[in-house]
């Protein structure tokens, strides 16, 4: 994020500009004075395409807003709950008068703490089920028995460290709540530029506001994922990027990359993006360059970090860069609002700016290439909640789906190439193992997604173990290899009507007769259900308008549109469809 001023920022938030975006509700309970970070969260969120409404509980008033029932606060339609506890205004004996406590009265004093959390943490998930960040306290910058304090296991510091530990399992143990980390924010900015000793005498609003901006940012790392706007490929220029200077002038021995300056800055940027790579990043590169040179420094060159097994998709070559990023979204069957690009080309950001206003673009200051790294890992539009078996394994899957696409030409048609993949569909309800990959299919597939409702891990948990829904995954492998959990429905029962609430797939394996098979094994539980009726909808969005027929294809009767929402029905009493037979196994316990 820029850095703006506060009246740079309501220009930016007009309400002409905010009214029609979807709201964000978020909730603040503090202990401290806290309202001037509000701007921030509402232009981040604006940045990503919410309206965020705040609304704050009253000045330390945490215990009694957590214990009683605060419906202006705390409900259904609160998307996340920001909890901020100062340690100063909770116990000041431990935060400032620590040397002169004994062993038992420090112990006596950390129970209470540890006991508030608990009472606080059950009390606001009783009221919501919303999203519960919760910031843990912040390392003292100047310790309480000085140099001593670190050394010692009955320390200030370790006290600390073991008040948020105890916070951070209790957070771990309830559904959608996670343990923020300040003192991340603290390290990056420095506590000469965290902490405004003036507002905190005068108000008890301890941060600066570059702090609150920082804290600002960190937040949103987590909402960035809940509500599926977390991007999935990065893509990446070469020369000058990945390494220093041109290969078609340098050669192979002249560009800069290694472990010592000015190549080490490289090969760091080089080490970030691998990591990106194993938490389930897609990598993509768009160069300008003749292929076979640009490969030859990744398979010759010795101090390559990257490989060129990492890399889903390339477009090597004299086109203009816009073009070639629509071919690499197609080759990905992704939409371009998933992709990052990152170049130091003034000209060709601003062409992807000016052509493909859906692409986020990084630009890279060709004279500071010591910042890429930090540019990269600060960026934070990558984020996930949960890292899955899946994600590690996807630039895997993406070089198998490349192997796809080449059988698919060589194939005679559809019928046996889809045979020729030996498909296997595993077909089963949710469980303690699948949820969290299904909550985040929810949360980040947009093309195939029919009504593209978003669903936390609690929510999931929730609607599997309720007698009135069903929530059903498909997992696909074949002969190259396991796509693992790529499908989810939601089915809620009303009377002897089924209710398709969410119906989704990802777009890795659409194609191949896989979400037509999908949706006739819903309907047959739907109707063992006992289910007289199922009801789809499709919910137009700006990128889900391949379903739009999907219902329509697959028989389903329209029933009408309200409020945007078309509607549609199939009768299960003569429903008798079964799947196509090219694929070599259909693993299901719907019936079982």
């Not at 964000?24 to 965020?52: H, K």
């Not at 990056?188 to 506001?209: C, E, Q, V």
């Not at 800069?256 to 080490?271: H, I, M, V």
């Not at 009408?560 to 196994?585: I, N, P, W």
Request: hydrophobic fraction near 40%; charged fraction near 25%; charge should be negative.
């Amino acid at each position: 994020m820029k850095t703006l001023s506060y009246s740079q920022i309501q220009e930016e938030l007009s309400p002409e500009k905010l009214a029609p975006l979807p709201p964000l509700n978020i909730t603040i309970l503090r202990n401290i004075t806290l309202e001037p970070i509000e701007p921030y969260l509402r232009y981040l969120g604006y940045q990503m395409g919410f309206n965020v409404r705040t609304r704050f509980g009253g000045y330390d008033r945490i215990f009694q807003e957590a214990a009683g029932e605060q419906k202006d606060l705390l409900n259904e339609e609160t998307d996340c709950v920001l909890i901020f506890l100062k340690l100063e205004t909770l116990s000041w004996s431990l935060a400032r008068s620590f040397p002169g406590l004994s062993l038992e009265q420090i112990e006596v004093e950390k129970e209470r703490i540890q006991d508030f959390f608990v009472k606080v943490l059950t009390g606001i998930r009783k009221q919501t089920s919303g999203m519960i960040l919760w910031h843990g306290f912040e390392l003292p910058v100047y310790p309480a028995l000085g140099i001593i304090d670190p050394q010692r296991k009955a320390g200030q510091t370790a006290l600390i460290q073991d008040l948020n530990q105890f916070l951070r399992d209790t957070l771990q143990q309830q559904p959608n709540a996670y343990f923020v980390d300040l003192n991340t924010c603290l390290i990056r900015i420095g506590a000469r530029n965290f902490y405004d000793l003036r507002y905190w005498h005068i108000g008890k609003a301890p941060y600066s506001r570059e702090a609150l901006q920082e804290i600002a940012r960190e937040v949103f790392k987590y909402l960035r994922p809940l509500k599926g706007k977390s991007k999935k490929c990065l893509v990446l220029d070469c020369d000058h990027v990945l390494w220093g200077g041109t290969i078609g002038e340098d050669g192979l021995a002249g560009i800069k990359l290694g472990k010592t300056y000015p190549g080490s800055a490289y090969y760091e940027f080089q080490q970030e993006i691998l990591n990106l790579y194993h938490r389930g990043v897609i990598l993509a590169l768009c160069s300008k360059n003749n292929e076979e040179e640009v490969w030859e420094v990744f398979q010759k060159h010795p101090e390559m970090v990257l490989q060129k097994e990492h890399i889903a998709t390339a477009q090597i070559n004299w086109r203009d860069k816009a073009t070639n990023l629509q071919q690499i979204a197609a080759d990905l069957n992704i939409g371009l609002d998933s992709l990052v690009f990152m170049d130091d080309s003034d000209f060709e950001i601003h062409l992807i700016r000016q052509t493909l206003p859906e692409v986020t673009v990084i630009p890279l200051p060709r004279d500071r290439a010591i910042e890429y790294r930090e540019i990269l890992a600060s960026c934070g539009l990558f984020e996930t909640l949960a890292l899955s078996e899946e994600d590690r394994n996807r630039g895997m899957m993406y070089r198998a789906e490349a192997a796809r696409k080449q059988l698919q030409r060589e194939s005679i048609n559809l019928e046996s190439y889809y045979a020729s993949l030996e498909m296997v569909l595993e077909i089963r309800f949710a469980d303690e193992f699948s949820i969290p990959r299904i909550a985040q299919l929810t949360q980040k597939t947009n093309q195939f997604n029919l009504t593209t409702r978003r669903y936390s891990d609690a929510d999931i948990q929730r609607l599997s173990e309720s007698d009135s829904a069903d929530v059903i995954y498909l997992r696909l492998r074949d002969r190259f290899g396991d796509s693992g959990i790529v499908g989810v429905c939601i089915l809620k029962y009303e009377a002897d009507q089924a209710i398709l609430d969410s119906f989704l797939l990802s777009c890795r394996v659409l194609g191949r007769g896989v979400e037509e098979a999908f949706l006739i094994q819903c309907l047959k539980r739907a109707k063992l259900k006992g289910s007289k009726v199922a009801m789809g909808e499709y919910r137009p969005t700006a990128k889900n308008g391949q379903v739009k027929d999907f219902y329509l294809n697959q028989a389903f009767k329209p029933v009408g549109v309200a409020d945007q929402v078309y509607s549609f029905q199939m009768d299960l009493t003569t429903f008798t469809r079964c799947e196509s037979q090219f694929f070599k196994h259909i693993d299901s316990e719907i019936d079982k």
